[in-house]
């Protein structure tokens, strides 16, 4: 029978704190802005289950994390030690597995072929005493025949536990949750729901309300089937991560293009100092500005061939950088208040590939 095991690493950025610094453990510990030192509108990056036990969650504000757990440790976030740890993660899993697919930084999945859920859970365990004892994180495993039931049952596992569910238990395990749990349901499709009555996946059996189908179309139809415990697995792309980026917030909105291109370096060496640590390639390069008014746009390149290094990425960002300025500065006018940079179509670094820093062709209009 096959299995997916659905591994999610529990607080992660904190968890890789702990390491280098033990002597926090038991302590709420938050990774992120610290607004003590400063004015600052950052937010949450990650926070320990001591420090959610005061209602501090990622994403946050961090001056309202502040005041939520004042006896709080903060630390800087440290993205090049994140992404060289993903990496241990995912060198210890297949060195023992030849299924396994990275679904981010802190998330992976195992299929396996097991005689039954006894196996399975046992299989689980063993994965979370390896990490723990090998690269001391701790994590949480959802077990199921379904990815997307696996990765719900991650969720429930939460902390440092496993949760398995075989296929004729699936319907029972997911009709008491909140519809909000399914990936794909966002604020919007969870108001959809909840305008026709629907709050649990259990109200769903007997079929979608009109009102529901006409405003979901087919994802209504799988929000049945997977009510039903016949839930629709998306087809599995090729195993590996699809994307990684880097990006800040600042305490003060930008205003010039200069100011902004200056910004650009530190975030290139960080995302290619984290890929060079994963040995991935990349052929897409992505810039995203949030503008002081929260709305986000962005632009892409993608290149002839793979590149490994921050060559290209010099070469590409602070042109679409500047396409994205220049459109913004023929109307609105607004300021950056985030800065991203990002690359996409990646893949492992071949054995003896060379380095590629030639300067790429323009970004296309």
Known sequence: MRWILWIDLDAYYVS???RDKPELRGRPVIVGPDPTRGPTRGVVLSASYEARKFGVR???PVVRAARMCPEATW?????????RVAGEVRQLLRAQ???????SIDEATIDLDLPDPEAAESEARAIQRELRERLDLPASIGVSPSAIVAKIASDRAKPA???????EHIAEFLAPLPVRVVPGVGPKTEATLRASGVETLGQLVKGAPPAIERSL?????E???LARGHPHDPIEEEPGPRSRSVDRTFVEDLSELAQADAELSPLIEALADGLAHEGLSYQTVRISVRWDDFQRVQRGHTLPAAHFGPGAMRAVAPRLLSQLWDEEHQGRRRRVRLLSVGVERLRPRA???RLLEESPSAPED
């Open 97 to 103: 597995y030849p299924r396994v697919v990275p679904r």
């Open 351 to 353: 054995k003896g590939q």
């Open 217 to 221: 179309g087919g994802f209504a139809s």
């Open 75 to 83: 630390l800087p976030a440290d993205f090049p030690k994140y992404e």
């Open 58 to 60: 990622s994403a946050l």
């Open 161 to 167: 536990g496993v949760v398995v569910v075989a296929s």
């Open 16 to 18: 890789c704190e702990l």
């Open 223 to 225: 929000l049945v089937a």
